[in-house]
């Protein structure tokens, strides 16, 4: 069974930073993987796929690496700022197995960007 | 275009009470899942479906039963609902081929007293 990790389960820092969240999976079989946002009480947005033949892509502000091999990802927000307060989930998409095209998800990233 | 909408937002039970939940989806998708988000335990497959009149289950699919009569609406139901279903549904849709991406719903959170 694919499992996903995030670290770290939370992050607190000033504005203006770079930082990096990371995501890993034990399966290297995966067709893709998503980023997805989630404020509090709120619904997943989806931020960056990156298809397993690719190793990053980017929004603005956001790029995410993929190294499907080791079996890990990482998002970077560049000059954070307290909008990006929110919770930011991992979620691969298994290349094998019986369960169509779900996805399997991490724990998530809490992070606080303070003024 | 309204995505992935969600009915109701917010539901409270008491114990051994039913309900449907009802997702709907504008985007002519064939995927459509149904996903618990629970504190410290991450989003969880109840049930899924890969197209009109065709369902299965996830890994957590007990207490739960589904339908998709129509392409665009999933329904989630619970026949006797448990405090232990306290919880945060999602429901998501996807097109059939895999390399796209998932969308989401607002979500509905359900209380069970």
């Known amino acids: 069974k694919q499992e996903v990790t995030q670290i770290p389960a939370a992050l607190s820092v000033p504005e203006g930073e770079n930082l990096v969240l990371n995501c890993s999976f034990t399966d290297s079989a995966i067709y893709n993987l998503q980023w997805f946002r989630q404020d509090p009480g709120k619904g997943l947005t989806s931020l960056l796929l990156?298809?397993?033949?690719?190793r990053e892509q980017t929004s603005g502000r956001l790029n995410a690496s993929l190294d499907k091999s080791s079996g890990r990802s990482t998002l970077y927000i560049a000059a954070s700022q307290p909008g990006d307060s929110a919770t930011y989930l991992c979620a691969v998409r298994p290349g094998r197995g019986s369960t169509l095209g779900r996805l399997y998800f991490g724990r998530g990233t809490q992070l606080t960007v303070w003024p | 275009n309204a995505g992935v909408t969600q009915t109701p937002k917010f539901r409270v039970l008491k114990t051994g009470q039913s309900m449907t939940l009802l997702c709907a989806q504008d985007?002519?998708?064939?995927?459509m899942y149904w996903y618990r988000q629970d504190p410290g335990m991450g989003l969880r497959l109840i049930h899924y479906?890969?197209?009109?009149?065709?369902?299965a289950k996830g890994e957590v699919p007990d207490g739960y039963n589904v339908s998709r009569l129509k392409k665009q609406n999933f329904l989630l139901g619970l026949e006797s609902a448990a405090p232990s279903q306290t919880s945060v549904y999602f429901c998501?849709?996807?097109?059939?081929?895999?390399?796209?991406?998932?969308?989401f719903g607002p979500g509905t959170r359900l209380t069970v007293l």
């Open positions: 998501a849709s996807s097109q059939r081929e895999l390399y796209n991406e998932q969308f």
């Open positions: 479906s890969v197209g009109e009149g065709t369902t």
């Open positions: 990156i298809q397993s033949s690719q």
């Open positions: 985007m002519n998708h064939e995927y």
